[in-house]
């Protein structure tokens, strides 16, 4: 039997450029019994070499088909650096400029839990913000063929970047139990010349009253913090209970901090929901760029940073060696075991501790 | 750093007789033991206060001990009681004697302030004197290394089955996973293991045949002592908090430490057992066996101190230092309070 965890080689069989930022890339494992099946809206860990001979960890979104047996796409926006001075994205720049067809690439998982509740029977609204459409894409394919009532909400700039616009398309052409509907904030001539989109500007109230009757929905959101801020507090606004709404940021997750003097807000400016829809906890490792919620009955912080594919120095994991101390920017953590040494504030041992809140980590 | 208010073993009784100064050394304090006229011991400072001399040098004069280089004299409280050639005796010529007591056939030093010395406070042994027990007769030895690692080594089952792969261990020692539990006057680490073969060194004396059902309990009290218990009963009738099978084997094993100085450790031990009691030939058979076995613990941790005295590179605490760190940092805090103690009384 394949072990269920632990990085595995995936040989990149095909690469797509799918809009002027995104390329997908078609990923088949090397071993072919090492198949290790997805659900809808769940990632993969990938560890990327860098230049520099370190590497580094990045999690992208599987945006194909789960019914598609034996094949990954994750779809990966080139990340350029925002200001003069400072880095592009290292590890969207791998993919995007030193990866091709054939070229073998180290990913754990998949993993995740902002997956389709495929248990539900409720209609579902995907809402999506940039490339944070790439695991909306996997669940309509998921929805596909069903009796399941679905509306795809993507918002981009434009259609230069719009990704996978046609797939998209054809889906909801041929399942009459899907629809989209497609907004961008700074159309081009070309783009109204041939209606590639439904409407003009950001996701508002207005737009989200006027595309959903009033209904319980399942809603799943995906995009960048300001995104997913501004839409966040609409549809509560709205009135739906945040058990109904599952989401995923995407992107470095040190945008958080700039997004909200940066970004143009179309709303007042919101607090980013600081708990998942089902009051679990998000963990947020600064470093890493990876922001979860917390899994219920996880053993520990360590245990679960290592299931995101991440690498904490440990050595007891008993707290008394104190290998594992790590920065604790934000948020409180019980201990299940008292730490041997006393820790200065701000300080936390992962091995022997799980969250009291959400938490910022320096990992 | 050690301790002080706390009973050490200083010597078997046996070790100190009658007419004979017996010099021996506890947590860097010289200490001279001799027999006075009624067979109790007496326990001086070893070295007089005029040049230094060990006293143990010198000779016995009744219940006194007189120096060897110019005669003064001491008795067992350690007042001066004769100067030769001068008038009058200093008073500041004295020695520290210390409290101490016989028990278990072993001689116990207060260490620190003798007017806390309280006899009821030395390590209870259990059964001791029970004449359904028998009683594996210990020895001595000395390890170069500091006592902690003695403590850490008897706070850890999980050596067994590396160290002592002919005796105590067997693969199932490898596997069942160890509780710690931190009391208030030490701590002990433990485990049942349930439906094993029964350790080679214990298997000709069980009373059933087949597989068991084995506890190992491991536990250190400050400073420290340690006993370490074998239990074992037939497969399937053992585990916490169950009534013991009527044929279990218990071995119950005395273990005391004493800090010669940072360097070295004088280890006393002997040992209980629920069978037997009065089979010398099975005593020694045991005693036998029990010295090999420490006399593997002894090469592995001289060679410890050695290699932690002497590091290039850092050591790694693992899940199972739990119990032995925990015993340091407890025992650390009350060597602290106890110095905190001492600079407020001055």
């Not at chain 2, 001066?80 to 200093?90: F, L, N, Q, S």
Request: aromatic share 10%; with cysteine.
């Amino acid at each position: 039997m394949q072990p269920k965890g632990g990085f595995r080689d995936l040989v990149v069989v095909d690469k797509v450029r799918e809009s002027e930022t995104i390329t997908s890339f078609y990923l088949k494992p090397a071993d072919p019994d090492g198949w290790r099946p997805f659900e809808p809206g769940q990632f993969l860990v990938f560890r990327l070499p860098l230049p520099d001979e370190t590497s580094l960890l990045r999690n992208y979104s599987v945006s194909s088909s789960p019914k598609a047996e034996g094949l990954y796409r994750i779809s990966v926006k080139r990340e350029a650096a925002r200001e003069a001075g400072q880095p592009d994205g290292l590890g969207s720049l791998h993919l995007h400029d030193r990866t091709g067809i054939g070229a073998v690439l180290k990913a754990e998982g998949p993993r995740g839990g902002f997956v389709l509740d495929r248990g539900s029977d409720r209609p579902v609204v995907l809402l999506s913000g940039g490339v944070g459409l790439t695991p909306m894409v996997s669940m309509l394919h998921d929805l596909a063929g069903s009796d399941r009532r679905a509306i795809f909400i993507h918002a981009c700039d434009n259609g230069e970047v719009h990704a996978l616009r046609d797939e998209v398309a054809e889906l909801v052409a041929a399942n009459p139990n899907l629809s989209a509907h497609i907004r961008y904030r700074f159309p081009s001539e070309a783009d109204r010349a041939e209606a590639r989109h439904d409407s003009e500007g950001v996701v508002t109230r207005e737009l989200l009253q006027s595309l959903l009757p009033l209904d319980d929905y399942d809603f799943y959101l995906c995009g960048p913090p300001p995104f997913m801020q501004s839409v966040f507090t609409i549809i509560r606004g709205l009135g739906v209970d945040k058990s109904r709404i599952a989401y995923e940021f995407f992107g470095p997750a040190t945008v958080l901090d700039r997004a909200e003097t940066e970004a143009p807000s179309p709303a007042p400016a919101p607090e980013a929901p600081r708990e998942t829809a089902e009051g679990a906890p998000v963990i947020e490792f600064r470093k890493s760029g990876i922001t979860v919620p917390w899994t219920d009955g996880a053993e520990s912080i360590l245990s679960f940073a290592e299931d995101q594919g991440l690498s904490p120095a440990f050595s007891c994991r008993a707290g008394i060696c104190s290998t594992c101390k790590t920065a604790l920017l934000e948020g409180d953590a019980d201990y299940f075991e008292e730490p041997l040494d006393d820790l200065e504030d701000g300080e936390i041992l992962i091995c022997c501790s799980r969250p009291k809140t959400s938490l910022v980590l320096d990992l | 750093m050690y301790l002080r208010n706390s009973w050490y073993v200083a010597a078997w009784d046996s070790e100190v007789v009658a007419g004979e100064l017996k010099p021996v050394t506890l947590l860097g304090e010289n200490v001279v033991l001799y027999r006075k006229k009624d067979g109790t011991v007496a326990a001086l400072e070893d070295a007089c206060p005029h040049r230094k001399l060990p006293l143990s040098m010198g000779r016995i004069k009744g219940d006194d001990v007189e120096c060897g280089y110019h005669g003064l004299t001491f008795d067992c409280t350690g007042t001066c009681t004769r100067v030769p050639g001068a008038e009058k005796i200093p008073h500041v010529a004295r020695v520290r004697s210390y409290p101490i007591s016989e028990r278990y056939g072993l001689l116990w030093v207060w260490m620190g302030d003798a007017a806390l010395a309280d006899e009821s406070k030395i390590f209870e042994v259990e059964h001791y004197g029970d004449p359904s027990w028998g009683v594996n007769r210990g020895e001595s030895m000395v390890l170069d290394c500091n006592y902690l690692y003695m403590t850490d080594n008897l706070l850890d089952p999980s050596h067994v089955a590396w160290v002592h792969q002919s005796s105590f261990g067997n693969a199932a020692t490898e596997e069942a996973p160890l509780e710690t539990t931190v009391g208030t006057d030490g701590v002990t680490v433990w485990r049942w293991m349930i439906d094993v073969e029964p350790a080679p060194f214990y298997a000709p004396f069980l009373k059933f045949a087949g597989n068991c059902d084995r506890k190992q309990h491991y536990e250190v009290r400050y400073p420290s002592n340690a006993i370490i218990k074998a239990i074992f009963v037939p497969a399937n009738t053992g585990g916490e908090d169950k009534p013991l099978h009527e044929d279990v084997f218990l071995m119950d094993s005395y273990n005391f430490m004493t800090p010669v100085d940072e360097n070295h450790t004088k280890y006393y031990w002997f040992q209980m057992r629920n069978f037997a009691p009065d089979d010398a030939e099975i005593s020694s058979r045991f005693a036998a066996s029990v010295r090999g076995a420490f006399e593997e613990d002894r090469a592995v941790l001289n060679a410890v101190h050695k290699g932690m005295a002497n590091k290039q590179t850092p050591n790694l605490d693992l899940k199972i230092d739990v119990g032995p760190l925990r015993f340091r940092r407890n025992l650390a805090k009350r060597i602290e309070a106890e110095n905190q103690l001492a600079v407020a009384a001055e």
